[in-house]
């Protein structure tokens, strides 16, 4: 008697390597590797630059499952059901997938576990995303942390991840149903690509999405860029950070594989940083664990404010300067540097992210959620935790968020983080000629220094939007409203 398939249900965990899932259901039998494209009204739509990084990343997971003897089979719709439909049409033995952590995705992985288990499927389940699930770091009273540095102390305590698991060397292929091939579609038939306009090619120069992608990636971080990153990570002028968040976000890469790729580099020898370099690199590691901890225990993160204290805020909407942030022609260099970069290549730096989140909520008096839904659509690693807490974190309505009164200004924070222009030279090309001196201030810039530039203000590059000592008074005076509440 031949054994029942095994299927592996591929979420947001595209890769071989370190997949427990797959390593699990590789004992049992022959494999179907299915992914399906969501289409419940209950999840979240990807935005558009994270589509086009799903279409690729499928692409290179698929030819790298055909690599290995095995086969990725595509479907589009309600995994509710159609996941119970293909375990009952190719008399599947066993399901096995990865754990997520948004609300509605938990609700239905419960509901799925409940109906295949009652249909005599066994169902397996399992940690590849996270160095510690949400549920295992707790406080001292077993509640939920509000703030990152006692969290991250309780999960360091918890000692090294465990070792990441290898790649299978072959994988098998189930034979499918005729029904359920006919349904089987192609990478290009889900359409996630822009074609008209085709904006995507600032993306594909940017990117190698897939498992080689982000394997690469780690090894050019650890071999040069991680020297210095502890100071050097505030400096988007300079190559200084990982570019690991979209193969994070899309789990092309485990916390556990960069976790001991790194201890390991730095252990023999191999890698420039130092201790210090790496230790920072993990608590950022960490912050994106914390924003996974914030997500379980507040399934409307994106939503709803986490202080409810904000609920009371009245918000401007304004749409002119919603347009102008949007399209970086705010006037502030540092922040159209940064909103230009995230429109070009999918990602910004985060100091930038921080800057120009902070000006749109404070400077300009915007909801985050405004913000939020913006970043949503434009980042290639548009992530269900990490957005909306670094978000609430900026607006101050977060968790172990940054006090209300604490307002980026463009300018000195321009000038400190990105001192000689570089970066905002990089993305704001009118302003290539401008002095060092006025280049996060245009405005002040005499006369004469602006003609040698070629520069007419309003013309070639925006004046300010918004005074910053207006909005900056503006945004205190409102926050200040919700603190006497
Ligand atoms: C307003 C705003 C929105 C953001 N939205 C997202 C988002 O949608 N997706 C996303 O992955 N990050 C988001 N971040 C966090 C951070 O900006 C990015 O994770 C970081 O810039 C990614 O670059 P990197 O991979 O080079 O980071 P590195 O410095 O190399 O850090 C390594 C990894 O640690 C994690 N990490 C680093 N910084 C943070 C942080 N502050 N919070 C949580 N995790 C962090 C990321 O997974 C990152 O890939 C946001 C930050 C702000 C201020």
């Known amino acids: 008697m031949t054994a029942r398939p095994a299927l592996l249900w591929f979420r947001d965990d595209l890769r071989l390597s370190d997949n427990p899932a797959l390593r699990a259901a590789i004992e049992h039998g022959p494999l179907i590797c299915l992914y399906i494209f969501d289409m419940s009204a209950d999840r979240r739509p990807l935005g558009a630059a994270a589509s086009w990084w799903l279409s690729r990343s499928l692409t290179a997971l698929s030819e790298a499952i055909s690599a290995k003897g095995g086969e990725l089979l595509i479907l589009r719709g309600d995994p509710a059901e159609l996941l119970p439909r293909i375990a009952h049409e190719a008399d599947v033995g066993r399901v096995a997938w990865n754990r997520r952590y948004e609300g509605a995705a938990i609700e239905l992985d419960k509901a799925l576990k409940t109906m295949l288990s009652e249909a005599g499927v066994a169902v397996e389940s399992f940690n590849a995303n ?40 072959k994988l ?23 074609t008209a306009p085709d904006w995507a090619s600032g993306l594909r120069e940017a990117w190698t999405p897939g498992e080689d992608g982000a394997q690469e990636r780690l090894g050019a971080f650890l071999d040069e860029t991680i020297a210095g990153y502890r100071e050097g990570r505030d400096r988007p002028d300079k190559l200084s950070t990982s570019r690991l968040s979209p ?32 230790e920072k690199f993990f608590s950022e590691i960490g912050w994106r664990e914390f924003s996974y901890h914030l997500l379980f225990h507040n399934p409307d993160l994106a939503t709803a ?23 970086g022609r705010t006037g502030y260099p540092i922040v159209d540097a940064g909103m230009r970069q995230l429109w070009q290549t999918g990602w910004m730096h985060n100091r930038v992210r921080m800057i120009a989140a902070s000006f749109l909520i404070k400077h300009l008096l915007t909801d985050w959620r405004v913000g939020e839904a913006w970043f949503w659509d434009t980042l290639v690693d548009a992530d269900p935790a990490n957005n909306p807490a670094s978000w609430q974190w900026v607006a101050g309505s977060g968790a ?33 000629g401008l002095d060092d001196k006025f280049i996060h201030r245009p405005w002040d810039a005499p006369a004469s220094a602006l003609k040698q530039a070629g520069i007419v203000l309003d013309r070639d590059y925006p004046k300010p939007i918004i005074a910053l000592d207006f909005g900056r008074r503006r945004a205190l005076d409102a926050f200040a409203t919700l603190r006497s509440e």
Do not use: C
Request: no cysteine.
């Open 130 to 169: 996270l160095l510690n699930e949400p549920w295992q770091i707790a406080t001292k009273a077993d509640g939920p942390f509000k703030v990152f540095t006692p969290y991250w102390r309780a999960a360091r305590e918890r000692g090294e991840p465990s070792a990441p698991l290898p790649a299978p060397r």
């Open 247 to 278: 193969h994070l976000r899309f789990g092309e890469i485990s916390p556990r594989q960069i976790w001991h790729a790194t201890q390991a580099a730095l252990e023999t020898g191999k890698m420039l940083g130092s201790a210090g370099d790496a």
């Open 305 to 327: 404010n986490f202080n409810r204290r904000f609920d009371a805020m009245s918000w401007e909407k304004d749409e002119i300067a919603l347009a102008a942030w949007q399209k």
């Open 172 to 194: 098998s292929k189930a034979s499918l149903p005729a029904a359920l091939r006919k349904q089987a579609l192609t990478v290009a038939d889900l359409a996630l690509e822009p």
């Open 400 to 432: 172990d968020a940054a006090p209300y009164f604490r307002i980026f200004n463009p300018v000195t924070h321009g000038e400190k983080f990105d001192p000689k222009g570089v970066y905002v030279r990089r993305f704001v090309p009118e302003l290539v």
